[in-house]
């Protein structure tokens, strides 16, 4: 029998997609969450501290096809993906973070991948992980944007707990981090310099 492969959130929407739920999901993150991610909250040397900790707990692997981005024709193995739940009462819960190839990771953000033209490459890593037909990717890569526009509607409450508690993350960093008035803006927002205000040069006065 062919189970449910849509999470909590989509089956509280109604949205449901019939299939054995595969080995490579795609994870869209809503646009009302943009740039609201565990990289932004830390500072740059926690979060390579974070994801080097989850590269080595993952033997160097992805922990979803085993491949690694050296493979792919990348400089490197692996990157760190946040796995994110969607909860009833609006609450966007970290659950984990693994380690994927950059193959597996662009899929799990499928839409980035489309817009920077990688579509097919991406189509094509889901079907070989998931033995999938194309049309299957197709229907699926469908179903996760109608889920994702549900889920867009929503001004999602982070929590990130699991940083404190299981990864062992300093509170008053996290703190800092979601109380920074740049977290949900993107990076070259945030990089940008302020613009000089030039004083305005006094118009002569006419003199009669
Ligand atoms: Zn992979």
């Known amino acids: 029998m062919k189970k449910y492969i849509s999470n909590n959130f989509s089956r509280n929407i109604g949205i449901y997609f019939y299939m054995d739920k595969p080995k490579l999901t795609i994870e869209l993150i809503p646009s009302t969450s943009f740039y609201t991610n565990v990289r932004s909250i830390l500072p740059t040397k926690e979060w ?3 994801r080097k900790e989850s590269y080595e707990k993952a033997n160097f692997k992805c922990q979803i096809c085993g491949d690694v981005g050296t493979n792919q024709g990348y400089r490197h193995k692996l990157e760190c993906h946040e796995i994110w739940i969607y909860q009833k009462d609006g609450v966007q819960l970290l659950k984990e973070l693994v380690s994927l190839c950059p193959r597996c990771h662009q899929v799990k953000h499928i839409g980035r991948s489309i817009a920077v033209g990688i579509k097919k490459i991406a189509f094509a890593h889901i079907a070989k992980v998931n033995k999938w037909k194309k049309e299957d990717v197709e ?23 699991l940083l ?9 960093l996290i703190d800092e981090g979601l109380r920074s008035k740049t977290l949900g803006k993107p990076t070259w927002k945030r990089k940008k310099k302020k613009k000089k205000i030039v004083a305005k040069k006094k118009r002569p006065t006419k003199k009669k």
């Open 164 to 172: 404190n508690e299981k990864l062992g993350v300093d509170e008053k």
């Open 48 to 50: 390579d501290r974070l």
């Open 139 to 161: 229907k699926y890569v469908g179903f996760c944007f109608q889920e994702h526009k549900e889920k867009s509607k929503i001004k999602w409450k982070l929590n990130v707990k």
